[in-house]
């Protein structure tokens, strides 16, 4: 069965700094990847992706991802972090073959100043 | 582009009677869409997925009688959580899809049963 693993429950970093937020998942075959954020109370928005190619994916607020097939990992990383970017983070993979989503824990990320 | 809205985003009902929450793609066609629950500090579960004049498909555990999927068109689904009581008490989020792999995420229904 698939899975996610979101080793971290919270990340505090402060403003400017650097972000890595990490990402395994267990899969048979190489899943579809993706990384959303949540702000309180909201729905879940689409930060990027992963299909195939590049295996450096590119997103929007600034944020990119790598997968890195022999760790099994697909780690969240923004060189300087806002404050407006203190939310929680779901990794989430989907079977290529399928429409599911199967969701890590996710990481809450609070940004000091 | 690829806009999901729910509607209501909050309720507060009683213990015992049903409600109902809407979730529409507003600017796509979605074959397939996907209802969530999420408890505080949690992540999403999955309850059930739902293509377009089909019976949704239910997860294990998730009580189909309780939880009404209807996907009457390619850009509205409904779930009603009938016979409602506090443990049913959460956050719902819907999502819509018309390319395998990718959903986009409605903003979440809060639903109290008092």
């Known amino acids: 069965a698939q899975s996610v693993t979101q080793p971290d429950i919270h990340i505090t970093v402060s403003e400017g700094a650097s972000l890595e937020l990490r990402c395994n998942y267990s899969?048979?075959?190489?899943?579809?990847l993706f990384w959303y954020v949540q702000s309180p109370g909201q729905g879940l928005q689409l930060l990027l992706k992963?299909?195939?190619?590049?295996?450096l994916v590119q997103g929007i607020k600034g944020f990119e991802a790598e997968f890195k097939r022999s760790q099994s990992s697909f780690n969240l990383r923004k060189p300087s972090v806002h404050w407006s970017d203190a939310a929680e983070y779901f990794c989430?993979?989907?079977?290529?073959?399928?429409?599911?989503?199967?969701f890590g824990a996710g990481t809450i990320l609070r940004v000091k100043s | 582009g690829a806009v999901v809205s729910q509607h209501p985003s909050r309720v507060i009902c009683k213990s015992g009677t049903s409600v109902k929450i809407e979730c529409r793609s507003l600017?796509?066609?979605?074959?397939?869409m996907f209802w969530y629950r999420q408890f505080p500090k949690q992540s999403l579960m999955l309850m059930a997925t739902s293509n377009e004049g089909s019976k949704a498909t239910y997860e294990q555990g998730v009580e189909k009688d309780k939880f009404l999927i209807n996907h009457a068109s390619l850009t509205l689904s409904t779930l009603t959580v009938t016979s409602a009581h506090p443990e049913d008490s959460s956050f719902y989020i819907c999502s819509a899809s018309w390319v395998a792999g990718e959903q986009y995420f409605g903003p979440g229904t809060r639903l109290t049963v008092t």
């Open positions: 989430a993979v989907a079977s290529r073959y399928g429409n599911k989503l199967v």
């Open positions: 992963y299909f195939s190619g590049d295996t």
């Open positions: 600017d796509f066609q979605a074959t397939t």
């Open positions: 899969y048979g075959a190489t899943p579809y």
